[in-house]
């Protein structure tokens, strides 16, 4: 009996000690668990801010890709508009080749701009349009000819400021390499805006024609200088021919041989 409270205060002193363990043990996962969830977070960030930071939206990237679609879909509704009101052919011609480029333009910078989740606020785009549409809608004869003129030299010369510092400076590849593919075709109008700016019936079509003869060359030097795929594979398929099918000498000179083994066996 005088050993019941010894074994009593042992068993204590043993769960106590398991006790201690099992806590400690718990303290130490929680701490890795947490550690783990912090290492994650963090992770995640890091990925979001790889994936994301070129497009947060203060940065030139979004900002040109922004001023960029905000631009050309108003270039397009301006240029409709003046295919029907201006007076000048001529400034009709421009009209419809500016509502051209900058619809094609437009498509490929729209194509970037999802690609890279970029988000254009488009109620914004929908009210500069209309302040633009409202102000030349009020305008005829040669006075919409010469606002309309003069309001795309302006604006190209900024286009064109802005298109050479992304192709120069921007931090996305792609949105670079639209920048500087667009880059003649905006000089090009506004060489073109120039020209009817001093005479709003000066004939462009040399202009135009010259534009569309270095754009027919230079798609001909690359496709000159890209390999023929089908030339490639008959010069491949001649070789591999020739490899594979007898010579017609060494046809005729085993031919003789045999004949010769059968006159000998004779």
């Given at each position: 009996?005088?050993?019941?409270?010894?074994?009593?205060?042992?068993?204590?002193?043993?769960?106590?000690?398991?006790?201690?363990?099992?806590?400690?043990?718990?303290?130490?996962?929680?701490?890795?668990?947490?550690?783990?969830?912090?290492?994650?977070?963090?992770?995640?960030?890091?990925?979001?801010?790889?994936?994301?930071?070129?497009?947060?939206?203060?940065?030139?990237?979004?900002?040109f890709a922004k001023e960029a679609t905000?631009?050309?879909?108003?270039?397009?509704?301006?240029?409709?508009?003046?295919?029907?009101?201006?007076?000048?052919?001529?400034?009709?011609?421009?009209?419809?080749?500016?509502?051209?480029?900058?619809?094609?333009?437009?498509?490929?910078?729209?194509?970037?701009?999802?690609?890279?989740?970029?988000?254009?606020?488009?109620?914004?785009?929908a009210k500069h349009e209309e302040h633009a549409q409202n102000k030349f809608a009020?305008?005829?004869?040669?006075?919409?000819?010469?606002?309309?003129?003069?309001?795309?030299?302006?604006?190209?010369?900024?286009?064109?400021?802005?298109?050479?510092?992304?192709?120069?400076?921007?931090?996305?590849?792609?949105?670079?390499?639209?920048?500087?593919?667009?880059?003649?075709?905006?000089?090009?109008?506004?060489?073109?805006?120039?020209?009817?700016?001093?005479?709003?019936?000066?004939?462009?079509?040399?202009?135009?024609?010259?534009?569309?003869?270095?754009?027919?060359?230079?798609?001909?030097?690359?496709?000159?200088?890209?390999?023929?795929?089908?030339?490639?594979?008959?010069?491949?398929?001649?070789?591999?021919?020739?490899?594979?099918?007898?010579?017609?000498?060494?046809?005729?000179?085993?031919?003789?041989?045999?004949?010769?083994?059968?006159?000998?066996?004779?």
């Amino acid at each position: 009996m005088k050993s019941l409270p010894k074994i009593i205060l042992t068993t204590a002193l043993v769960a106590g000690v398991g006790a201690f363990s099992a806590t400690s043990r718990a303290d130490d996962n929680n701490r890795g668990s947490t550690s783990g969830n912090s290492g994650s977070s963090s992770g995640t960030s890091s990925t979001e801010k790889e994936r994301g930071g070129l497009f947060h939206r203060d940065s030139k990237d979004s900002k040109f890709a922004k001023e960029a679609t905000e631009g050309g879909q108003m270039e397009v509704q301006l240029a409709e508009l003046a295919s029907q009101k201006a007076q000048s052919s001529s400034v009709k011609q421009f009209a419809q080749k500016i509502a051209d480029d900058h619809r094609k333009a437009n498509q490929e910078l729209q194509q970037i701009v999802q690609a890279q989740g970029i988000t254009i606020d488009q109620d914004k785009t929908a009210k500069h349009e209309e302040h633009a549409q409202n102000k030349f809608a009020k305008l005829s004869g040669e006075q919409f000819d010469k606002e309309y003129v003069d309001h795309m030299v302006k604006d190209h010369q900024k286009d064109i400021d802005k298109f050479e510092k992304e192709s120069q400076k921007g931090d996305n590849q792609a949105l670079r390499d639209f920048a500087s593919k667009q880059l003649p075709t905006l000089r090009q109008h506004l060489t073109i805006a120039k020209t009817l700016q001093g005479d709003r019936n000066a004939n462009i079509s040399g202009i135009l024609s010259e534009a569309a003869g270095a754009s027919s060359t230079d798609s001909s030097i690359r496709s000159s200088s890209a390999p023929s795929s089908s030339s490639s594979s008959t010069s491949d398929s001649q070789r591999n021919s020739s490899s594979s099918s007898p010579s017609s000498s060494g046809g005729t000179a085993t031919s003789q041989d045999q004949l010769q083994g059968t006159d000998k066996t004779k």
